[in-house]
């Protein structure tokens, strides 16, 4: 029997997040900073003979048989658990004029949804990949990443920005462009070795054990870009974006950790949902067990944080946020994006 696997890196958003979303990027251009992390989303096809999809969500053990068809019926996300999944083997239907498939599609992620690191878009990603090896699709990186977002942002209508789906098929440190026409450009991160040493040494990833609806959170943020004061703050949000990229390039974790601060304090300001009490008393707790600055990662309202700390101290934040609600999750960064790749027998 023949299997095709894939996998696709979760993301950091280090700085600019929001900045990627069309009503912003479109006018405005938007920039931003991020790095994949060895946290996946996992995919695997196996072939059918009997004329049947089959799609499962281990991570909730939701499934869905149907009879092969060139075209599924997919309601909005929310509504139909499975509108991803069908709208992925639409487009590649309609795009490759492919026959009916027959085949058992899983998927497992390493985080709970609602995380904050892009797990909805990478899920598409990983989907897309396995597809690829399967099937032999002529998609490049650039492909891949832009038909995910088409498949997320318009087919399934979720809100929300571009960097998750390029994060996951490129990999690795970033610094993204996005323009009007939904134009991006990657720019890959040349660091040394040494400073992705110090930096994963510096940094405590946390899962603040509430997940939220990101795409509300964007909304709210595309409805508030006419407010002067939100808008004031995207665009510190975005230049911050800049200066951190520069301080990690030199290595002055110090300074990149301020920006990181400073940030965080913009970012709140461009939303109220962003931020909330619990999130708050959080990054509270951790400035008085020896963390410098954090953030959440994503869209806020809660999912993952990260924070900054010296090494020396690093164990006794870990320990204290431990003793919350929820709980600290050892990472790496890892460069390589997206990986596809089949089996026999």
Known sequence: MLKIRSKAPLRLGLCGGGTDIEAYSARYGGLVLNSTISLYVHCTILERTDSHIYFEISDTKQSLLLPSSTHLEALREGVDTFALYKQIYNKLCTMFALPALSFSLYTY?????GSGLGG?????????KAFCEWLNLPLGEYDIARLAYEIEREDVGIVGGAQDQYAATFGGFNFMEFYEDKKVIVNPLRIKRFIINELEESMVLYFTNIT????????EKINILHRQKSLEAMHKVKQDSITMKEHLLKGELGEFAKVLGKSWENKKKV??????????TIYNIALQNGAYSGKVSGAGGGGFMFFMVEPQYRKSLINALNALEGY???FSFVKDGVLGWKLYG
Do not use: G, K, Y
């Not at 992620?109 to 949804?113: E, H, I, L, Q």
């Not at 909805?120 to 897309?128: D, F, K, R, Y």
């Not at 939303?271 to 708050?280: E, F, P, V």
């Open 120 to 128: 909805s878009s990478t899920l598409v990603v990983a989907i897309l």
């Open 109 to 113: 992620s390493d985080v709970p949804s």
């Open 212 to 219: 939220r609806n990101a795409s509300l959170i964007e909304e």
């Open 328 to 330: 600290c999750v050892p």
């Open 271 to 280: 939303a109220h949902n962003i931020s909330n009490t619990h999130i708050d």
